[in-house]
C-alpha cells in the first residue's frame, strides 16, 4: 500500500515537468542575473554563514505557524489566528527568498520539481493574503477566510512534499562529502607522469588520484595544496576550476574554496571543501592523508 502510494506521488509530481521544466530554465536565468552583482547578500541567503542552507530551515516556520493558524480559527480565537496568519505571510516572504538564492543554482531534474515547489508556495502565498485581506475589519461571516487558510495548508504540505523530493532524492544543497569518511591513513598519491610536484606549473589546478578519491593539487609559489575535486555544493570539477584571491572557484556555481584548508569563502555552497595534507613517500613518490575537520 505504502509503496503503491509513492508511486501515486510520483507520477502527479512528473506530470508537471513538462511545463516545469522550461519554466525553471526561465526563471533561473532572471534569477541569476539578480543574485549576480550582490553576492554577499545571495551568500548571506545561501546560509554560508551558518553552515546550513538556510531555506531549509527558514521554512520550517510558516508551516508550522499556518498549523496554528488553523488549530486557533476552529478553537474560535478569531484574533490571535489573524495575527498569527500576519506572521506566517511574513515568514513565507523571507523564505521564498532564501529559496530564490538557491534556486538561481540548481540544475536538471532539481530545477524542475524546485520549480513546481516554488509555483505551489506562490499560489498559496497568494490565498493566505486573500486570506487575511477578508479578515480585515473582524467581519461576522468568517467562513470564507478561515476555507482559505485550511486550503493553504493543504497546499503549503504538498509544497513541501515537493521541495523534500528536490532535497532528499536529488541532493540539493546536500554536502557531496557527508558519507565520506575522514580517512587518518596515508593514502598514495597517483601523479601520473608527473615525478616532482614542484615541477607543476604555477597556480594551474591539476586533477590526480588517491585510492578512490580524485583530488585537485595546485601548486603556489613552494607549497602545493591538495583538495578533493568534487565541489561539495554540486559536485562541479574542480581541476577545471580557476585560482581567485587564494581561493579554487568551482566551474559550474562560483562556489570558492580556500586552498590552505578548504574552508568556504563564497557560496553558493555552505559547505567546506575536504583538504589533503601531502608528503613524500619513503619508497618514492607522493602520499597523502585527509585534514581532519574540527
Same mark, same amino acid.
Given at each position: 500500500m505504502a509503496?503503491?502510494?509513492?508511486?501515486?506521488?510520483?507520477?502527479?509530481?512528473?506530470?508537471?515537468?513538462?511545463?516545469?521544466?522550461?519554466?525553471?530554465?526561465?526563471?533561473?536565468?532572471?534569477?541569476? *542575473?539578480?543574485?549576480?552583482?550582490?553576492?554577499?547578500?545571495?551568500?548571506?541567503?545561501?546560509?554560508?554563514?551558518?553552515?546550513?542552507?538556510?531555506?531549509?530551515? *527558514?521554512?520550517?516556520?510558516?508551516?508550522?505557524?499556518?498549523?496554528?493558524?488553523?488549530?486557533?480559527?476552529?478553537?474560535?480565537?478569531?484574533?490571535?489566528?489573524?495575527?498569527?496568519?500576519?506572521?506566517?505571510?511574513?515568514?513565507?516572504?523571507?523564505?521564498?527568498?532564501?529559496?530564490?538564492?538557491?534556486?538561481?543554482?540548481?540544475?536538471?531534474?532539481?530545477?524542475?520539481?524546485?520549480?513546481?515547489?516554488?509555483?505551489?508556495?506562490?499560489?498559496?502565498?497568494?490565498?493566505?493574503?486573500?486570506?487575511?485581506?477578508?479578515? *480585515?475589519?473582524?467581519?461576522?461571516?468568517?467562513?470564507?477566510?478561515?476555507?482559505?487558510?485550511?486550503?493553504?495548508?493543504?497546499?503549503?504540505?504538498?509544497?513541501?512534499?515537493?521541495?523534500?523530493?528536490?532535497?532528499?532524492?536529488?541532493g540539493n544543497m546536500v554536502s557531496r562529502h557527508a558519507f565520506r569518511g575522514a580517512g587518518t591513513k596515508w593514502v598514495a598519491l597517483d601523479t601520473g607522469q608527473v615525478t616532482d610536484l614542484q615541477a607543476l606549473p604555477e597556480a594551474t589546478p591539476t586533477k590526480m588520484k588517491a585510492g578512490i578519491n580524485d583530488l585537485v593539487v595546485v601548486r603556489v609559489g613552494e607549497t602545493v595544496h591538495a583538495l578533493h575535486h568534487v565541489c561539495a555544493h554540486a559536485g562541479g570539477p574542480l581541476s577545471e576550476g580557476t585560482l581567485v584571491d587564494g581561493c579554487i572557484q568551482c566551474p559550474w556555481h562560483g562556489s570558492r574554496f580556500r586552498l590552505t584548508d578548504g574552508a568556504a569563502q563564497r557560496g553558493p555552497t555552505v559547505y567546506d571543501q575536504p583538504s589533503y595534507e601531502i608528503r613524500r613517500a619513503e619508497g618514492g613518490g607522493y602520499e597523502v592523508r585527509r585534514v581532519p575537520t574540527a
Amino acid at each position: 500500500m505504502a509503496h503503491s502510494m509513492a508511486r501515486l506521488w510520483a507520477r502527479l509530481v512528473a506530470m508537471n515537468d513538462g511545463w516545469a521544466r522550461p519554466f525553471g530554465e526561465f526563471n533561473r536565468r532572471w534569477a541569476t *542575473a539578480l543574485f549576480r552583482p550582490i553576492y554577499p547578500i545571495k551568500d548571506l541567503l545561501n546560509g554560508r554563514w551558518l553552515g546550513h542552507p538556510l531555506h531549509a530551515a *527558514a521554512t520550517d516556520i510558516p508551516i508550522g505557524m499556518l498549523l496554528g493558524v488553523v488549530v486557533l480559527d476552529v478553537l474560535g480565537y478569531p484574533g490571535a489566528a489573524d495575527i498569527v496568519l500576519i506572521g506566517t505571510i511574513v515568514f513565507m516572504l523571507g523564505a521564498a527568498i532564501t529559496g530564490l538564492a538557491d534556486y538561481s543554482d540548481t540544475d536538471g531534474t532539481a530545477l524542475t520539481r524546485a520549480t513546481l515547489h516554488a509555483t505551489i508556495m506562490v499560489v498559496t502565498l497568494l490565498i493566505l493574503i486573500v486570506s487575511a485581506v477578508m479578515r *480585515a475589519g473582524s467581519p461576522t461571516d468568517r467562513a470564507l477566510p478561515i476555507a482559505l487558510s485550511i486550503i493553504g495548508f493543504v497546499l503549503i504540505t504538498i509544497g513541501a512534499f515537493v521541495g523534500g523530493d528536490v532535497a532528499y532524492l536529488f541532493g540539493n544543497m546536500v554536502s557531496r562529502h557527508a558519507f565520506r569518511g575522514a580517512g587518518t591513513k596515508w593514502v598514495a598519491l597517483d601523479t601520473g607522469q608527473v615525478t616532482d610536484l614542484q615541477a607543476l606549473p604555477e597556480a594551474t589546478p591539476t586533477k590526480m588520484k588517491a585510492g578512490i578519491n580524485d583530488l585537485v593539487v595546485v601548486r603556489v609559489g613552494e607549497t602545493v595544496h591538495a583538495l578533493h575535486h568534487v565541489c561539495a555544493h554540486a559536485g562541479g570539477p574542480l581541476s577545471e576550476g580557476t585560482l581567485v584571491d587564494g581561493c579554487i572557484q568551482c566551474p559550474w556555481h562560483g562556489s570558492r574554496f580556500r586552498l590552505t584548508d578548504g574552508a568556504a569563502q563564497r557560496g553558493p555552497t555552505v559547505y567546506d571543501q575536504p583538504s589533503y595534507e601531502i608528503r613524500r613517500a619513503e619508497g618514492g613518490g607522493y602520499e597523502v592523508r585527509r585534514v581532519p575537520t574540527a
